[in-house]
């Protein structure tokens, strides 16, 4: 028997233990790597690894120490009685060896690998070969098999709605976020649009970052319910909302890894959404040079790998390719890209029109998910409930509901960067500017990031501004200035 | 400024920060998945990954911790004053994510990769990706600049020797620690032989696990050096030997995730035995149903690779194809293994044949090694020098040299099983009888293992006692009694 301990750490989805060195009941001295246990005396066992305190600070030779993700999972207060048996690997991990050789695995395989993800019998190593060997072939049925372990038995029951929309777009294009607008009008329709959105990677700032600017993103299952119900619409962190816990694992580690491939992420995407449910779905692949789809071969390619999962999972799917080969809107980075959004809402005149294009075309494709519209009619329909002012109260009624926030200041640091010579603008660096977001802060502060002044085929004369970058703190500021002072800008101009 | 803080947490491979989550300098409030961080302030920056403490108990706001492993890098005291940047992942790993999608590398992308490895900024993620990437496709020019890259600049020099030998078996076969037995008749004639050997897997008992229960094997370079010019040989564990770094940290991934393959761990064979100035080296294939090598088709493939990268290396490799597919010796299990070894140097009778004329083979075909010995004599050479005790002496001032132990007591749980019919066994599972020791607690402890009574061919009445079970502690008893009440004995009697 040790005596359980909260070690007040975050690791980040690896369950970790610390056992004292000289720990009175289990030899660990000899321990020189990675070592999985199950711990019991909770309700039900709980795996974790191994690492080795040292000195009495951590934990004392009596006691096991679990870190906060752990700690959470055994259900039990500290002090209470537990014992530790060592565990071997997942037995799942021999069919993950099995694919790595190259093997088409069964459905059985998915749902064994994904149940000991779920049960965090995997660590991030594990998870990290999973992803690797799928990413070097995997069929289309296994994308299905995954995707249907993936989505779980958790699924957000909508009661007697007939089309719970969404939009996702596979691709970070600087300043697309169209997501609130779309979520706008849709509501200000009457379809229910619950937009539950994981944290965005390390790129930029994600949907939930634009959001969070705006209001409490943080909300429960249960509130999510009524407020879509209510209000048709939301857009919320996934942390709170208790579904598909192993592809939320299994995608911390891609983006930290930068492993995600298109085949594996529809298996995730679709799963998300089934469990979120989703029952009509518009997915949107940009096409670019510096896009993720760089073809419109490969975007065809992903499209049927949609459909044919889509089809089989019983999910609605439409998928649409567009352009992505430029910036879309103005401001790139959280607080910028908000306040696009609300200028197209409250139709000002200096909204960008990329942005509000690309929305209206979007939503107007789900409205039309709604058997009683006319086909063709959806455009138009978005486009009234945009002038009208009615996407823009149903989007105030969100906000408020969610909890409306104040608006973060822009950063206080800024530099306006310009043409260097006379002529036209012939490209805009898509992933430059992305990198600069970055670079300036704005995946961590809201109010950094890039202020786009013009576009592709415009005419510009030597000095003429072409973005302005807002930093909130000065190690940012000197990152992203290095970057602007290499004498790249991100724009050609010829 | 942050404060440094020791926090004595042994994590295997990865170097860990401590942050507050209201750090007074950096917003970490945010963070929400594995982030990278570059810690300045010693002679040069150390590279961690970031975990959250929510209380002051671990570290306080001004502080930062970092566990033993990146502490130890840091060479500084408790105390001192550091920064932290954020770091983006590692250069490399663009290469990585190239091998993910089928590219070959380069000479400079291995060169870095292995580079990024050493200095700990691979996560053992990261580290594993790059294992299964090349899992599923490299070739032999990649394993030859990836063992080239291993090796690295730091290569034990064993001035005016000509010759510096080494064996190496590419299986765990069970009992066959032939390598004490190699090494004593090799160094009784003359020829230096310095086995480095890593702390084996999982899977039961490695050489220095066997080594261990007759010597201290925790020697540095220095002592190496010396004793191995005086007495031609010794048998020592890797750990304070700082050769291969960064092979070294890819290993312990590979061991913890059952990744490793074939053309890799050719790769980190050679670069170990090149750093570790070996000039000669024999390499053992063992082809059998139940081991890593399955046919002798592999088996030539495998001899093939070897042949191709150890000759564009500069090491002069042998390589021999045996038969894997019976367990070899008595004992397995250290102090089991031990036993048969020191029976076999004191030429006694009941010592177990096959493992005694398998250890003459391979010792024989080292000597040859050297030119001056007639072709053919080396088997014979070996024979003389293991009848004439000259092998035992030259053992037992290796075992003096590095510091004798005692023998440590076999497991005080017992238990025999028998033949359930009569018959003649006509084949032993090697993979069963492994498995049998490693729940026994042979990886554990030295006493655990299984003592093997029969071999293949032999017949057998129905209760002849087929082996008998060591276990040093009721758990692990538990664990293989289990094993062996399911029905099976791992022997086929026919």
Chains 1, 2 share one sequence.
């Not at 070690?7 to 690896?14: C, D, L, Q, T």
């Not at 949107?284 to 993720?292: C, N, T």
């Not at 890039?450 to 085929?457: A, L, P, Q």
Request: glycine content about 8%; proline content about 3%; hydrophobic content about 40%.
């Amino acid at each position: 028997m040790l005596v359980l301990k909260h070690v007040p750490v975050r690791s980040f989805n690896e369950n970790i233990a610390y056992i004292h060195k000289d720990c009175s009941i289990y030899k660990v001295s000899n321990i020189k790597s990675l070592t999985r246990i199950e711990i019991h005396g909770g309700e039900k066992p709980v795996f974790a690894f191994l690492q080795i305190a040292d000195n009495n600070k951590i934990v004392r030779p009596d006691e096991l120490g679990l870190n906060t993700e752990a700690f959470s999972q055994m259900g039990l207060p500290e002090g209470a009685e537990i014992t530790l048996t060592l565990t071997p690997p997942a037995p799942s991990l021999s069919a993950v060896r099995r694919k790595i050789a190259g093997n088409v695995l069964s459905e059985n395989d998915y749902a064994a690998i994904v149940n000991d993800i779920s049960e965090h019998r995997y660590s991030n190593m594990d998870i990290a070969s999973f992803l690797v060997a799928m990413n070097s072939f995997i069929t289309p049925n296994e994308i299905l098999d995954l995707a249907e372990a993936l989505r779980g038995d958790k699924i957000i029951d909508w009661g007697t709605e007939e089309i719970v929309a969404d939009y996702h777009c596979i691709d970070d294009i600087p300043g697309n976020k169209i997501d609130l607008i779309i979520t706008a009008i849709v509501a200000a329709y009457g379809l229910p649009m619950p937009k539950i959105v994981s944290s965005s990677s390390s790129s930029g700032s994600g949907i939930l970052d634009t959001m969070k600017t705006l209001a409490n993103v943080n909300i429960d299952t249960r509130t999510l319910k009524k407020q879509v119900l209510e209000r048709r619409g939301a857009i919320v962190d996934a942390e709170k909302i208790e579904i598909c816990e192993a592809e939320r694992m299994i995608s911390k580690v891609e983006k930290q890894n930068g492993l995600s491939t298109l085949e594996c992420s529809i298996a995730s995407l679709l799963a998300n959404k089934m469990a979120s449910g989703i029952t009509h779905l518009l997915i949107d692949i940009p096409v670019g040079i510096r896009a993720k789809i760089k073809t419109s071969a490969e975007a065809t390619h992903l499209r049927k790998i949609i459909e044919y999962v889509g089809d089989r999972l019983g999910l609605n799917v439409d998928v649409t390719i567009t352009d992505g080969s430029e910036p879309i809107g103005s401001g790139v980075g959280p607080a910028l890209e908000a306040r696009d959004i609300i200028k197209i809402l409250k139709n000002k005149e200096d909204a960008p029109d990329d942005l509000k294009e690309k929305a209206l075309f979007m939503a107007g494709r789900i409205l039309e998910f709604d058997g009683k519209l006319r086909g063709g009619q959806g455009y138009l329909v978005a486009k009234e409930l945009l002038k009208s002012g009615k996407a823009f109260d149903a989007f105030e009624m969100i906000l408020k509901t969610q909890g409306k926030v104040e608006a973060p200041q822009l950063g206080h640091l800024t530099r306006d960067v310009v043409a260097d010579k006379d002529g036209t603008i012939s490209r805009i660096n898509t992933s430059f500017i992305n990198k600069a977001a970055t670079l300036a802060g704005a995946g961590q502060y809201a109010g950094a990031g890039i202020d786009i002044f013009r576009k592709s085929g415009e005419s510009v004369t030597a000095g003429d501004i072409l973005y302005r970058i807002y930093s909130c703190n000065q190690n940012d500021f000197a990152f992203v200035t290095s970057l602007i002072e290499s004498g790249k800008t991100g724009f050609d101009i010829e």
